[in-house]
Every structure is written in C-alpha cells, then in structure tokens.
C-alpha cells in the first residue's frame, strides 16, 4: 500500500498490451504501479506522445521507481533474448523479434537456439 499522496512517476510508456504486462509484472513484485492515459489514446490519438498512438503510460509512487525501472529493464533484456530459430520455417531470427518475418509464426515460449 502507498500514501495516497505520494508522487507518481511515470517508468514506462508503449503500447497498452507491454503497459499491461509490465504493471502485471512489477505488481507481482510488490509494487504499486497504475496504468495512465489508458483510454485517452482512443479518444484523442494525436494527443499522446511520445509513445506514439494510444500510447499508456505506466506509474508507480516515487519511491518504488527505482526498483520499478530496474525490473523494466530486467524485461526488456530478457525480451531482447537470444537469437531463435522459427518453428514454422526454421528462418534464423534475430531476437528482438516477436514473430518470424518470413512466415509470421510466433516465437516459441522457449526459444530453440
Ligand atoms: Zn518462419
């Protein structure tokens, strides 16, 4: 629980689908994170930035964004991950990605080096 007073502060900005696991992630964790501009983006799309359309906005209290950040980053090198070969295709694909570029499969929850 936090004072309801306390300062919020924005960690992270994308796309609601990433806004979502990611105050998923760090409420698994013990934090107080919120999601912002959640609806905002379908309603005035030229309005967000700097996430691009529809843009949400992901905020904890100011003393648990440290450790917030830091979990951020944890996901994202993970999500960066090792290179994976697709199931569909056997293409080589660079980690960054989520789906095969040539055929469209998805990466396998186990990336298959
Ligand atoms: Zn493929």
Request: hydrophobic share 40%; aromatic share 8%; glycine share 12%.
């Amino acid at each position: 629980m936090r004072e309801a007073d306390e300062e919020l502060v924005e960690v992270y900005a994308g796309d609601f689908a990433r806004a979502e696991l990611i105050r998923g992630m760090l409420e698994n964790f013990g934090l107080s994170p919120e999601l912002r501009d959640a609806f905002l983006g379908a309603i005035a799309p030229f309005s967000v930035a700097p996430g691009g359309a529809g843009a949400v906005k992901v905020v904890v209290p100011a003393s648990e964004a440290e450790r917030a950040r830091t979990l951020i980053q944890g996901l994202e090198a993970a999500d960066a991950g090792p290179d994976w070969t697709c199931p569909g295709c056997g293409e080589r694909i660079d980690g960054r990605f989520e789906a095969c570029w040539q055929c469209g499969a998805r990466r396998p929850a186990t990336p298959n080096p």
